[in-house]
């Protein structure tokens, strides 16, 4: 589960520390698809190859619910960066120090993104991500980058295609168009209205959930399940954490007007003015476009497909993004 809010600690070495924010993006003419692929050790969620031209072969988390990109300790390492200043992450489980690093450019198909800041923490001890046996994790991709785009995840193609919001705008609207707000008005994550049974709730777009998460005693929703010892995975100190979860049958969910249909919800306080966060349980079933910088997104009703392998994925030689060598 994604980190829901992100606190910069002062630096321990001002002027020197690096910053976090606006990278440089070169755009290409042409439209940048990257496969979405899934490692042994999380088949649920979406992840895309990257390799890295003095590290080799690693996959990215693509997350939504990141509002900065994150390192993990290891492939910094691995780089050979050097780490200035500090920072903290407040997740779903506490809260954590990070340390940050410059990357050299990242490139997106023809896209270039250059003097991206990540936050750096070790992965595998404070997230709910794993290394698997066949590759390691470089980090998550997170809004930082995502917002310079308009980005459409398939599901049905197993595909994440990035534009220049020049050329991919979307309408004000149609067919399966909503609004997107920015998360406390000016924050790089995104809420958008979701429908629960003639319910309105604004949630957090969180690639990066396998549920969606929505406070169900402040909606009047009556329990389906009570899941009593079950370990969560998340952002935190520790990485995981043995909750009572409770559950919601919903009969009626929408993205707007795009009826979804029935899904099993979880229940999550609502925290910081933060409305739940919106998960692939959700956005698994739609074509999600989202024009993160006009503030619209289109969804269109899909039947997602079992995504690749990493293993086999590298097997049949397809584009990855791209790391180049530190100048």
Not at 253 to 258: A, N, P, T
Not at 260 to 271: C, N, P
Not at 292 to 312: D, I, K, M, Y
């Amino acid at each position: 589960m994604s980190a829901v809010r992100v606190v910069l600690a002062a630096a321990l070495l001002p002027g020197c520390a690096y910053t976090l924010g606006r990278a440089d993006v070169q755009y290409a003419a042409d439209l940048a698809v990257l496969p979405l692929v899934q490692p042994s050790t999380d088949t649920r969620r979406w992840y895309v190859p990257l390799h890295s031209d003095t590290a080799g072969d690693y996959l990215l988390f693509v997350d939504t619910g990141y509002t900065y990109t994150t390192c993990d300790d290891d492939f910094v390492a691995a780089l050979g960066l050097t780490t200035r200043g500090r920072g903290s992450v407040r997740g779903e489980l506490g809260k954590l120090p990070t340390s940050k690093a410059k990357l050299p450019t990242l490139q997106l198909g023809e896209h270039l993104v250059s003097g991206l800041t990540c936050q750096v923490r070790d992965l595998g001890a404070t997230s709910s991500i794993d290394d698997p046996d066949e590759v390691p994790v470089a980090g998550v991709l997170g809004m930082d980058v995502l917002r310079r785009f308009v980005v459409t995840f398939d599901p049905a193609d197993g595909t994440m295609a990035l534009q220049p919001p020049s050329d991919g705008a979307l309408p004000d609207a149609g067919e399966g168009v909503v609004v997107l707000k920015r998360e406390f008005l000016f924050g790089n994550r995104s809420v958008l209205p979701l429908h629960l049974d003639g319910r309105v709730v604004w949630p957090v777009v969180d690639t990066g959930a396998t549920d969606t998460y929505v406070d169900g005693e402040r909606l009047g929703l009556e329990p389906s399940e009570v899941q009593a010892n079950a370990t969560l995975r998340g952002s935190g100190g520790t990485g995981s954490s043995v909750r009572t979860l409770v559950h919601y049958d919903i009969a009626d969910v929408r993205l707007g007007e795009v009826a979804i249909g029935a899904v099993e919800l979880t229940d999550r306080r609502r925290s910081g003015g933060v409305d739940g966060l919106l998960g692939l349980d959700v956005l698994g079933a739609v074509l999600a476009e989202y024009d993160w910088a006009n503030g619209r997104a289109r969804f269109v009703p899909v039947q997602a497909r079992e995504l690749p392998s990493w293993t086999s994925w590298r097997d049949a030689g397809q584009p990855a993004a791209r790391l180049h060598a530190p100048p």
